[in-house]
């Protein structure tokens, strides 16, 4: 029977792999563009809408600047703790999903909690707990406390995972418990980069947050569609100024501390 494929192939030439991949890159692009079925007359055509629009953004209304900072702090206050909750109740998911901590029914469970968290948009648990706590920041810190449990369970377990197993082995060796395992071999080794994901998750919720005001949870994002939907798009413009320069800052900050805490 003849040979369908020479593997030796691969090692004479071994560009063939990278080329045949680049191809097959390059087929999916042209196969996803084909699906936008994009209509490029169309984008083009627009161009003097979207210019009247940017153009009725400015100047800026500073006569609201004391109601954008009033929200912002809102809208921190929900990051903070819709982060800290969520941080808190990701740590033991993370645990349970983590391939070198947990038995193999426990993680099938943990995985299949983050997934069904995750496939959730925020602006659908912004709904459902407006539906609940009323319109106002509570809606939205309870949204953004489930949002982040989703991915920071993800970020948490795959730390977890990278820790080195022949610490472990060494404590397991000379006869230390679970929780002295976890204290002396895992946390050490992932609170760094533990506590990196937790600034940056905290960073995202900030966005995050303007987004859940689109329906009612709060924030600044409630202040900015109520200026979208009354046609005071200067106002608008006051809210997404400040918003920039605080995400500016926290992003500055956060990168800052999170190479310092790689260092550790």
Do not use: H
Not at 76 to 97: D, E, K, N, Y
Not at 158 to 171: A, K, P
């Amino acid at each position: 029977m003849k040979k369908i494929f020479n593997w030796q192939i691969l090692y004479r030439y071994p560009w063939f792999i990278p080329l045949c991949i680049f191809f097959l890159m390059i087929y999916v692009y042209i196969w996803a563009l084909q699906g936008l079925q994009v209509d490029f007359q169309l984008l083009k055509d627009s161009w003097p809408f979207i210019t009247d629009f940017i153009y009725r953004l400015f100047p800026p209304n500073w006569q609201v600047l004391d109601i954008a900072i009033k929200a912002l702090i809102e809208t921190v206050q929900m990051s903070l703790w819709g982060t800290s909750i969520g941080a808190i109740f990701s740590l033991p998911i993370a645990i349970a999903s983590a391939n070198n901590v947990a038995p193999l029914w426990l993680r099938w469970i943990a995985n299949l909690l983050q997934n069904a968290i995750r496939s959730i948009p925020s602006i659908i648990l912004g709904l459902i707990f407006v539906a609940a706590t009323g319109l106002g920041a509570p809606a939205g810190t309870l949204a953004l406390s489930i949002y982040t449990i989703g991915y920071l369970a993800k970020f948490y377990q795959q730390g977890i995972e990278s820790v080195d197993y022949r610490s472990l082995e060494s404590l397991q060796v000379i006869g230390a418990s679970k929780i002295q395992i976890a204290q002396y071999g895992i946390l050490p080794q992932i609170l760094p980069l533990g506590l990196g994901y937790t600034l940056w998750m905290f960073e995202y919720n900030i966005r995050a947050a303007s987004v859940l005001g689109v329906v009612g949870a709060g924030g600044i994002g409630f202040q900015l569609k109520s200026y979208i939907d009354g046609f005071e798009y200067t106002k608008a413009t006051t809210m997404m100024l400040v918003l920039l320069v605080v995400v500016t800052v926290i992003d500055w900050f956060s990168s800052k501390l999170r190479r310092y805490l790689e260092s550790m």
